[in-house]
């Protein structure tokens, strides 16, 4: 093997760009959400599931999943948990504050490919982050898709994020909208228990309904062995999954699987590819 | 292909004709049995005859420490990391060593062709050298002979007076260009050595065992005498994994984002930071590197990845071989997949 070095046009693969935070809303005591806004107004550009690098000078980068809709113009949306020293400082910023932003990286959803289907949303925790804007996508172009069934699951009541689009789903006659969290308090009303119980009451066309995974790694196998049960053919489901992209440009080694680098061949996976790949889930 | 006869005492001044037209990089004896790539100040320290270098010249092209970007805080400013552009001649590389460069030249142009390592690398010439394969070589098994010189402009193999110098390239004849002491060619009289340490099978066939090689007993076994320490990442010519952080100075207002060689043998480098790590235990490590070497890029390539220097063996804490995993391997292979009775094969006959 042997590569004409010199014929190889290289890119720049590194520098961010300076972006403006434009609002800021807490949801959770560690989750807020942060509308963001490129240079000049300037759009992302990304597919529904794909995510950012997003960097603060002192603190590093971290990859963080966008959760606005590519049909929304003029900023985009992250929602980010407190977990470590970058995610808190960002925490801490505010209206007028800048941050790195590198990407979009990755392979979000096919929404093309999904066209005239109906739409299964599975998610759990966090999870539901990238998939708020393959919903509001999904909203966005409704004539375009079928039913949009979404199946949303927490921890608890306190741990439910996007308050705002949860009123909206559950008020919308074209959503078919389902919450469950795993443990109750006495002033909840809806369902307890863990997403994999709001599966087998489900009524779904079969070959006609695209499933779109995403949750903590331990959710997968159980989702997966209820979808099973359901007797969702495995190329209706796509599902994302979480590593440590480092680089976002397939280069640093972090995030791979086998011979599959998930900044590059993911998060979304479609799960046929996917179900071979030893460590995936 | 052109010829040149080069006896050891004209060689530092051979050097220093290649001081001349670029900087020149070369073997050094670092300690009492270890060699490193250091640039030539002077031509007499060179060391051509050597088994090993502790690390191969790829830390040229992908610095242990690098910046990829200065910033500072105040104002939110940052500019990219400097590429010095030079000519760069490396001198006395072993032909394993050029391959894993060819490699990394691969990782680096497919894909998101990256400009960090792409500028560094344009702009080399490389001399390659002969050597006598030790204990620990094994790239004739990864499908590299002993005298394989592709990547190299000259190649000097050695024989009773000096080396024999081949021009391999257009790049190598003007390298040599203007030398005035080179003589004819005398006929090569180079040990007929052999590679020792070998691979049961030979590369071709490692795809076979490959497939199989997941449940293998091996990853357990080897886990129990590896300490995590990462060395063999750290030197193997074709490991390029990276992690990148960001340190301020003593102004806590600027600052540098780094990166730095990372390796998959370490603890927590497939961990995330919500507290799960994909591949938490040593032998999901070890496995996870190896099929890094023979299986993951080879099966996109078709050739393994692993150049056989022996590095990760010869420089293990724990004593933990790649040819002893690889050949453990093939023997579970064998065991479990080739010896098998044919019992298919009967079935298939009764009925």
Excluded at chain 1, 247 to 261: A, D, F, P, T
Excluded at chain 2, 42 to 47: A, F, L, M, Q
């Amino acid at each position: 093997m042997s590569i004409a070095i010199s014929d190889v046009k290289s890119q720049e693969l590194y520098c961010p760009e300076i972006a403006k935070i434009t609002a800021v809303k807490r949801f959770t005591e560690k989750e807020k959400w942060f509308d963001i806004e490129l240079p000049g107004g300037r759009s992302l550009g990304h597919q529904p599931g794909q995510f950012v690098q997003v960097s603060l000078f002192g603190a590093g980068e971290a990859p963080i999943s966008v959760t606005s809709s590519p049909t929304k113009k003029g900023s985009f949306e992250l929602c980010i948990r407190e977990v470590g020293m970058l995610t808190k400082l960002l925490h801490k910023l505010d209206v007028g504050s800048t941050v790195g932003i590198r990407g979009p990286y990755g392979k979000g959803f096919d929404v093309k490919s999904f066209k005239g289907k109906d739409i299964l949303i599975i998610g759990g925790g966090i999870g539901i982050v990238p998939l708020r804007s393959l919903i509001n996508y999904v909203i966005d172009n409704r004539k375009d898709y079928g039913r949009l069934i979404i199946l949303y699951g927490a921890k608890n009541p306190d741990e439910l994020l996007y308050p705002d689009d949860l009123k909206l789903w559950k008020k919308s006659n074209d959503i078919e909208y389902h919450i469950t969290v795993d443990q109750g308090t006495p002033e909840w009303k809806g369902n307890t228990g863990v997403i994999t119980t709001l599966i087998p009451g489900l009524d779904l066309d079969l070959p006609n309904t695209i499933t779109a995974v995403v949750g903590p790694p331990i959710m997968y196998k159980f989702v997966l062995m209820s979808l099973k049960t359901k007797r969702i053919p495995d190329e209706n489901i796509y599902l994302s999954l979480e590593r440590r992209m480092k680089c976002g440009v397939g280069k640093c080694g972090h995030c791979q699987i086998n011979h599959s680098y998930v900044c590059q061949d993911g998060p979304v996976y479609h799960y046929p590819e996917l179900k071979h790949l030893q460590e995936a889930i | 292909m052109k010829k040149y006869q080069l006896n050891n005492k004209q060689l530092p001044s051979f050097i220093d004709h290649l001081k001349k037209q670029g900087t020149v990089f070369a073997p050094h004896k670092k300690g009492d049995t270890s060699y490193s790539f250091e640039k030539v100040e002077n031509p007499n320290s060179v060391v051509l005859d050597y088994n090993r270098t502790l690390n191969s010249v790829k830390k040229y092209f992908l610095p242990p420490r690098e910046h990829l970007l200065s910033f500072s805080k105040t104002d939110n400013s940052f500019r990219k990391g400097s590429f010095k552009n030079e000519k760069k001649i490396f001198l006395g590389v072993h032909s394993y060593d050029m391959k894993a460069v060819l490699k990394l030249d691969y990782n680096f142009s497919q894909g998101n062709p990256e400009e960090n390592y792409l500028q560094r690398r344009k702009d080399s010439s490389f001399i390659g050298v002969s050597f006598i394969p030790d204990e620990f070589h094994f790239s004739q098994s990864v499908g590299i002979p002993l005298h394989d010189t592709e990547g190299f402009d000259i190649y000097l193999e050695q024989n009773s007076d000096g080396y024999t110098v081949k021009i391999i390239t257009e790049k190598g004849e003007k390298l040599i260009d203007g030398f005035d002491r080179v003589s004819k060619a005398k006929d090569i009289s180079s040990n007929h050595v052999q590679f020792q340490n070998k691979l049961k099978y030979n590369y071709n066939r490692l795809p076979e065992v490959f497939e199989q090689s997941w449940n293998a007993a091996v990853w357990e076994e080897v886990s129990k005498k590896c300490v995590g320490c990462g060395t063999c990442n750290l030197v193997c010519p074709t490991c390029y994994c990276f992690d990148v952080e960001d340190n301020l100075d003593l102004s806590l207002q600027t600052g540098t984002r780094d990166r730095s060689w990372d390796g998959c043998m370490l603890n927590g480098f497939a961990a995330v930071a919500g507290g799960e790590n994909f591949r938490e235990t040593l032998a999901e490590r070890q496995r996870h590197r190896v099929h890094r070497k023979f299986k993951y890029i080879s099966d996109i390539t078709g050739e393994p990845w692993c150049v056989g220097c022996g590095r990760c063996t010869a420089y293990c804490t724990a004593g933990i071989s790649i040819v002893e995993i690889v050949n453990q391997l093939c023997d579970e292979y064998e065991q479990n997949y080739l010896n098998r009775p044919a019992v298919v094969g009967l079935n298939a006959e009764r009925l």
